[in-house]
């Protein structure tokens, strides 16, 4: 389930977020899931934490859902469950949901069910639980990247010894391709040259070259924007001046790897498996997800990045 780099997000965290997932995943179109969250006492007023909300409408009228989660080391007992049912009055919640790593004794699935507190436990599987239907273990990723390998300019009306000002090289070397060094002419609006590749796009099609090997080898590609008079300028040793042509050189790499399974979980209510999930950590901070609803059958897929439940 969750992943044990040591440097990476805490246990309980990665918990909390892989249960987001899943509920995101199964919430009806137009839900919004947020882990943590913070809902108003509504005696106190003061912010109560949860560690994840689902909130949507039905008809027209808001429904919401809180949900806390635990990663601890035995079944969950009666008394956690009174605890959450007191904070579900207080914060007003429709339903809430006790998700637990390591299920709940019978006195507290009881107790559950009389306070009409939805109980799940998020368990480790094996590939033979899910051999019905994921036929793969492996996926195929294929990277495209681009850097910048340098910028040209020229400028209408400038003296030969003209050269952009300390302040803009400054700001270039700090920043690269967003450091917002052209001005528009019309609002002040400072731009930066991924602005420009953004408008190259729509205006020639991709900027990214066909015959990029897949090998990792760097491909080098010089692009040459004109522009017209009073559309940008830039702040030289010499004064401002507006820009002629922009001349952006690029570096362009692909590349091609197997991603391995990262985790494979069951997610099921007080009887019965509700859902299936495998997942692939396909880049440092990006989570692609496939969840089986195993009463309808359905699969959906979700690609998360880093700290997107916060208010996905």
């Keep these: 389930m969750p992943k044990t780099d040591a440097h990476m997000t805490p246990r309980w965290r990665q918990f909390e977020e892989f249960i987001a997932r899943i509920e995101q995943a199964m919430a009806p179109t137009g839900a919004v899931v947020k882990s943590p969250d913070w809902i108003p006492d509504k005696v106190t007023g003061e912010l109560r934490e949860v560690d994840a909300s ?29 605890q959450l049912s007191e904070k579900q009055r207080s914060i007003g919640a429709a ?29 480790d599987a094996s590939p033979d639980d899910f051999i019905q ?14 850097s910048l390998d340098g910028l040209a300019l020229q400028l209408y009306d400038a003296p030969p010894d003209a050269e952009l000002s300390q302040q803009v090289q400054d700001l270039f070397r700090k920043q690269g391709p967003l450091a917002p060094i052209f001005i528009r002419n019309w609002d002040g609006k400072r731009l930066h040259i991924r602005n420009i590749l953004i408008e190259w796009n ?24 004109p522009m017209e008079r009073n559309c940008l300028h830039v702040e030289t040793t010499r004064g401002k001046y507006d820009v002629h042509v922009i001349h952006i050189s690029l570096f362009f790499s692909k590349s091609q790897s197997l991603v391995p399974l990262a985790r494979l979980a069951e997610y099921a209510g007080p009887s019965d498996p509700l859902v299936h999930t495998a997942e692939w950590d396909i880049l440092k901070d990006v989570t692609l997800s496939l969840h089986r609803d195993l009463a309808s059958g359905e699969t959906k897929v979700g690609l998360t990045t880093c700290g997107e439940e916060n208010g996905a």
């Design 133 to 146: 239907w994921l036929r793969f273990q492996n996926v195929q990723l294929s990277v495209t990247e681009w």
């Design 95 to 123: 339903i809430m949901v006790a998700a637990s790593s390591k299920g709940f004794s019978v006195p507290a699935a009881k107790k559950a069910a009389a306070l009409g507190i939805q109980i799940r436990t998020l368990t």
């Design 54 to 82: 689902i909130r949507y409408k039905i008809g027209t009228c808001p429904v919401l859902v809180t949900i806390e989660c635990r990663d601890r080391g035995g079944t969950e007992d009666v008394r956690w469950i009174e």
């Design 202 to 225: 729509k205006r020639n099609g991709s900027f990214y070259p066909e015959n990029v090997p897949d090998d990792g080898t760097k491909v080098q590609r010089t692009l040459h924007q």
